[in-house]
């Protein structure tokens, strides 16, 4: 059957191998994994299940390391999705994973000035963004975004399942009805700050909302966070996340929120979707402090991405910061531009 699969259309390709990702996030779920940890296309209910034995038509499995191997006559749109996913999914062991993701302008904007951000990104990123969805138990996004994009953070483009929607709204600013909040398509949590005024609201944690009609939402719940200084930790966040079983994060935008989870330290991959347009002075992308000399520069190592007209770039930032600039890697040589000898990847497709 291997074989075979170099004959399917690009299309058939794509949706058998995110069938593959859907099943080794299933494959990661069940409480015996290692029973039937070979995930192999059955030809007569022409579905991808998890098998007992390795055979010709298994595509992907956990070793005996919990490591997830391939067959290696897959197609390239296989390898490339396995190699993008995969990551973001990780192991049996249940440690928290983080991506974060930003389409931007050639320069460095999520959107114009206006907060219209519809779309920086073309179609085939937006797809991306439904399986960062599907792959995660938690999408997180700040209060900045409910309030202009008003988003359902669903998996529409893509198979799988609803994540929980997260909103960081520090402050309680959020007034305006959103659609996450009674769609009832996944639960929604808005996180406040301590010191945030809520007024009339309940303080209490874990308390429901009240829908527009007055009722009772099952699917929303307020939590409050404790804040050190102005801002929320990060890292108390991401801790309440995970003790509700929440461990896999999509960190969805925008700009002001996922800089503050890279500057937390707290990522494992930060995915940046560059898109042919400028849209000059509009909404930041990543907002970082400055360095004196770029030596000093984060240079995370990188796999780009084709996605339409749009280059990914998935940057490996759970690397310590201090292995990857210059400075921190004296033991490297150098080319005679300063950069470090990294092997330059190709660029595979996907979508
Ligand atoms: N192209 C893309 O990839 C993309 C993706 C998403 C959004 N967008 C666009 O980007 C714009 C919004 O982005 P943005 O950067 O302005 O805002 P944002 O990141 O969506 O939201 C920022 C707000 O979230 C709250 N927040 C998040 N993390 C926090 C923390 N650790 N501590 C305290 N507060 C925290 C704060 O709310 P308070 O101010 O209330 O304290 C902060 O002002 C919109 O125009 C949207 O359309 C583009």
């Not at 996180?191 to 303080?203: C, M, V, Y």
């Not at 944690?205 to 929303?220: A, R, T």
């Not at 996922?258 to 937390?264: D, H």
Request: hydrophobic share 40%.
């Amino acid at each position: 059957m291997i074989e075979s699969l170099s004959t399917l259309s690009y299309s058939n390709a794509e949706k058998l191998a995110w069938q593959f990702l859907l099943a080794a996030r299933n494959l990661l779920e069940a409480p015996d994994a290692r029973h039937a940890p070979f995930l192999t296309f059955d030809r007569q209910m022409q579905r991808v299940v998890a098998s007992e034995v390795l055979s010709d038509n298994s595509c992907l499995w956990l070793d005996s390391n919990d490591q997830w191997c391939r067959s290696p006559q897959i197609p390239a749109i296989f390898h490339a999705m396995f190699d993008l996913y995969l990551p973001v999914l990780g192991g049996t062991d249940k440690s928290l994973r983080t991506v974060a993701h930003l389409g931007q302008s050639i320069d460095a904007q999520i959107a114009a000035r206006s907060g219209d951000s519809f779309y920086v990104t073309g179609e085939e990123n937006r797809k991306h963004l439904h399986c960062l969805r599907a792959l995660s138990d938690a999408v997180i996004v700040g209060a900045g975004t409910a309030m202009a994009d008003n988003p359902q953070l669903t998996t529409r483009a893509v198979a799988g399942k609803n994540p929980v929607r997260v909103v960081i709204d520090s402050q309680a600013r959020i007034h305006q009805p959103l659609g996450i909040f009674d769609d009832g398509q996944a639960k929604t949590i808005l996180i406040h700050q301590s010191s945030a005024d809520l007024g009339e609201r309940a303080l209490a944690f874990g308390p429901q909302l009240k829908n527009e009609q007055g009722s009772s939402s099952h699917q929303v719940e307020r939590w409050v966070v404790p804040n050190t200084d102005e801002q929320l930790n990060v890292q108390a966040i991401i801790d309440l996340l995970a003790e509700r079983g929440l461990q896999r994060l999509f960190i969805e935008g925008g700009g002001i929120t996922v800089s503050r989870f890279y500057r937390a330290d707290v990522l494992d991959r930060l995915h940046i979707a560059v898109a042919p347009l400028l849209a000059g002075k509009g909404i930041g992308a990543l907002q970082l402090p400055g360095i004196d000399v770029l030596a000093d520069a984060h240079r995370p190592p990188f796999a780009m991405y084709q996605m339409g007209e749009d280059i990914l770039w998935d940057f490996d930032v759970s690397v310590a910061k201090s292995d990857t600039g210059l400075a921190g890697d004296a033991e490297m040589a150098t080319d005679a531009r300063g950069t470090l000898p990294k092997p330059q990847p190709s660029v595979k497709r996907i979508f």
